[in-house]
Structures are given as C-alpha cells and as structure tokens.
C-alpha cells in the first residue's frame, strides 16, 4: 500500500469542508443566543414581579415597618413640618384606603419632588415647599404619596428591587458583559411598571382631595409647575418612570370635568409660608 | 447612554472585527503551510509499522510543536451567553482548530526532513483564565508530540 498525500484543504476557501468548526455564522448566533436569553430573563422576571404582587397584600405593615426600621429617613429640620403633619393626618380621614398611621419628614434637596418609603413614611423635598403656591397642591402630592402607601408601593419596589438583585446576581457569576446587558435591559421593563402605580396614584390623590376639600381645583397645579420649569421635559415619556406631565394633567382635568367634581377657591397656606431653619 | 454600555459595544465591535480578521489570515496561511508539508507523513500509531526492505534506523527524537491562541472579546462574549443555554460552543471551535493545526505544523517544522513522525498526539489545555475578578481573557494551548524517525537508505514509501 502506497501513501499518498493528499490536501483536504480547499485552495480558494480556508474554511471550506472544515468539519470540525459549526458552520453557522457567530453574528447570527449572537443574535439568536440574546433573543432566547432575553426572553427567559423577561419571562422569569414577569413571574418573580408576579408573584411580588401577591405576597405584598398579606405582608403586614407591621413586618413593613420593623423592615423599615432598618432602612434609613433622612429628615431635616424645617418649621413648616408641624403644618405637614397636620395636613397630612387631616388627608388621611379622606383616603379611599386606609394607609394607617404615616411619617411625614422634610427632605434637604433642592429639586422639587416628593417620595413614599416603606414603612409609611413620605418626604418632602424643601425644594418643593419653597416653590408650592397652595394648600390644595401641596395636599395633592401629600395625597399622591399616600395612595402608594395605601397600595404598599414602597414594599413592592424593594420585593422589585430584590428580583431585579436577584436575576442579575445569578448572571453577573457568569459573566460581567452579561450581567451589564441583562441589568440595562430589566431596568426598562421596570419603568412600564412604575408608570401604572403612578397613575394610580394620581387617581387616589384626586379622590382624596375631592373629599377633603369638596372640589378638585389645583389637583394638576404641581404638574403644571414641573412642566413649566421642567428638566424632564427632554426625556420621552417611554423612558421617564413617571407619565409625562401633559398626560397627567390632562388626565386629572379630565376627571374633574367628567365626574363633575368641580372647581373651587384655593385654600391658601398658612402666613410665613418659609423655611425658619434655614 | 451610559458610559459601560459604550465601552461595551466598541469591545465587542473591536473583538469581531480585528477577531474575524486575524482568524481569516490565520485559516489561510495554515491552508497554504499544511498543503507545503503534505510530505512530511505523520501517524498516530507507533507500531505494527515495518520498515521497508532494506532500510535502516538511524536515528528517532521527541518532537512537539504547541501554539497558543487567544479569544477575543467577542468570542468570549458568545459564549458566555452560550454558556446560559448550552450547545455548541462555535465560537471557540475555530480557536481550538486553529490551534490544534498551528502546532501540528510546528511539530512536523520540528522534525525537520524526518521520513516519519510516529505516535503523534495532541493535548490542549487553557492557560491564562479567569482571574479573581472574572476579567481575565482565556487563551488555549494546542500541544502536538509524537516520535520522528530517521531511516537510512530508502525513504518511506512516498510518492
């Protein structure tokens, strides 16, 4: 027997008749590898967030405020915080859902703006007292805020927050490129959530206020002020976590007109409406 | 857009394409140094072999040849996902081909004019792998070993 070489190599393509490389081509594979990975984690995340929502309700605000008790309020000293806490307890009669007793603090920021945290606690940004205009829109958002801790919002965020942890933890062992990518990709489906409790938020403080005061004027003020002065006004709705401020208003005139909830005076705020700490 | 997702794309942009490259140029100087050493014979069995008639053993040595590639980070990347679901891991089967061929050649540039190279195995192994912080790019090691024999008088029969 005689041995003759021969080349398997096919001259004109180096790859051709290669048996042992996959002939697919990796572009392709990268495409088809993150659509699936997207899905599983989408899925996965859709039923960890799920069953968030049905474990909340029968988690006690009690167990809420001992988890709470843990997590830091960062208030700061401020004169009008006595008035807070009076109107505050004054909404709370009026809410459709009781939202139990809440903490109402100052926060020391600039930027107007208002939080619910676990627990029942709500903060105020000092930024917001300096630039609020009327008791009826300073309720509005106090009321705001009450309806996501009626609806235990805060404790779903961090149940959210866990999953989010959780899911990406799982895959940063992986890889970190992966971790990243898979990190940036769940924070959008968390801003579709955020956007819903907000207007349902937005509905409880309407109802709330209607009942306080006996009319729905200067529901929509504060909105109206942040789309005036508005920062947020460059992000596209799809992106921002809260609805754009023309929807919001749009959406709370709407109501008052449709559900003739009417139009009444203002309340104004107390006299020396300032910040005596300062 | 924030800053690692930038650094991110051009990594994996830079990864493909000096990748693709590299590996296309790899592919074809092996195609054009494999079909140059096609004379040089090389087996996998190291007995039952019989000399041809009256021919002499003059001379046998341990050659080996190794090469080490390493991925890119696109490659890397594939297959990390790849490593989520399973399957076929394309992405490092041309890297292991490539290396394993790489050092085949060497080892038959070795032997240098050896009528015969004997036992021939491959191992291959990864060198350089993860670190600590799960940053380190892996390379694989392809190492070609056999026995090259020397015979006197008639060559091996080749045509």
Do not use: C
């Amino acid at each position: 027997m005689k041995y003759r070489p021969k080349s398997l190599n096919d001259s004109l393509d180096p790859l051709k008749g290669n048996v042992n490389i996959s002939p697919e081509h990796p572009l392709k594979e990268l495409l088809l590898l993150t659509a699936a990975i997207a899905a599983i984690i989408f899925l996965s995340y859709l039923l960890l967030g799920f069953s968030v929502d049905l474990v909340v309700p029968h988690i006690s605000m009690e167990f809420e405020k001992s988890i709470a008790a843990r997590m830091e309020f960062p208030t700061a000293a401020d004169s009008r915080a006595p008035y807070l806490k009076k109107i505050t307890e004054e909404l709370r009669r009026s809410t459709p859902i009781d939202t139990g007793h809440v903490e109402v603090g100052v926060y020391d920021s600039p930027v107007p703006n208002a939080f619910a945290l676990p627990g029942g606690r709500i903060l105020l940004t000092k930024g917001f007292l300096d630039v609020v205009e009327s008791e009826n829109e300073l309720s509005m958002v106090i009321a705001h805020e009450l309806g996501h801790i009626a609806h235990r919002d805060p404790l779903r965020g961090i149940g959210r927050s866990l999953v989010l942890a959780f899911i990406s933890s799982l895959f940063m062992n992986t890889d970190d490129s992966v971790g990243a990518f898979i990190n940036s990709s769940l924070s959008f489906t968390q801003l579709g959530y955020s956007r819903e409790v907000e207007e349902r938020s937005d509905h409880f403080a309407l109802e709330t206020i209607v009942k306080h005061y006996g009319h729905g004027a200067g529901a929509a003020d504060f909105f109206k002020r942040m789309k005036e002065t508005n920062l947020s006004a460059k992000i596209p709705e799809f992106f921002s976590t809260h609805p754009g401020e023309e929807h919001r208003i749009a959406y709370l005139e709407r109501r008052i007109e449709e559900e003739r909830l009417g139009w009444g005076a203002l309340t104004p705020l107390p006299e020396n409406w300032e910040n005596d700490d300062d | 857009m924030n800053i690692d997702f930038i650094i991110f794309i051009s990594l994996m942009v830079i990864g493909y394409t000096a990748g693709s490259i590299a590996e296309r140029r790899h592919f074809k100087s092996l195609t054009r140094r494999e079909d140059a050493t096609l004379r040089q014979p090389v087996v996998t069995f190291d007995e039952g072999y019989e000399l041809p008639s009256g021919a002499k053993y003059r001379r046998a040595a341990l050659v080996s040849g190794s090469a080490v590639v390493s991925i890119d980070y696109f490659k890397r990347f594939l297959a990390s996902l790849r490593f989520l679901v399973g399957g076929r891991v394309g992405a490092y089967e041309s890297l292991l081909d490539r290396a394993r061929r790489e050092a085949i050649l060497r080892m038959k540039y070795q032997a240098g004019g050896a009528s015969i190279i004997m036992g021939m195995r491959v191992e291959t192994s990864t060198i350089g792998g993860r670190r600590k912080n799960n940053k380190g790019l892996g390379s694989v090691e392809a190492v070609a070993y056999g026995t090259a024999v020397w015979v006197d008088e008639v060559s091996p029969q080749i045509t």
